[in-house]
């Protein structure tokens, strides 16, 4: 007579799952990736693309610039702060859009 494996089977929550899907498509694309594409790579249908990457832009792990999702402030903490070498592109990416807001160059000293 054999005996019930006593491994239990996690409990698996779909729409983080979902999420990190996201993430991970979000991450393979350098300059940002629009909806329906990060949608289409992650298996996701569309509305439930878009109201997971509001709610990742919304808590600070993603960011929308000229209609792509990129990594937002937040992916940093993810990474125990080891993301930043990629401060410096972020402070170029920031001065750029406020000197496109204001019409006037803007520095960082």
Request: charged share 15%.
């Amino acid at each position: 007579m054999t005996t019930a494996s006593n491994t239990a089977v996690p409990t698996l929550i779909g729409s983080v799952q979902r999420a990190l899907r996201l993430m991970e498509a979000v991450g393979t694309h350098r300059e940002g990736a629009p909806a329906k594409q990060l949608a289409r790579e992650a298996g996701l249908p569309l509305p439930t693309a878009y109201h997971l990457l509001r709610t990742l832009t919304h808590e600070g792990y993603l960011r929308r610039e000229n209609g792509v999702f990129l990594f937002g402030a937040a992916t940093e903490k993810l990474a125990g702060g080891r993301a930043s070498a990629s401060r410096p592109g972020v402070i170029v990416d920031s001065l750029a859009h406020w000197a496109d807001v204001i019409g006037a160059p803007v520095y960082c000293a």
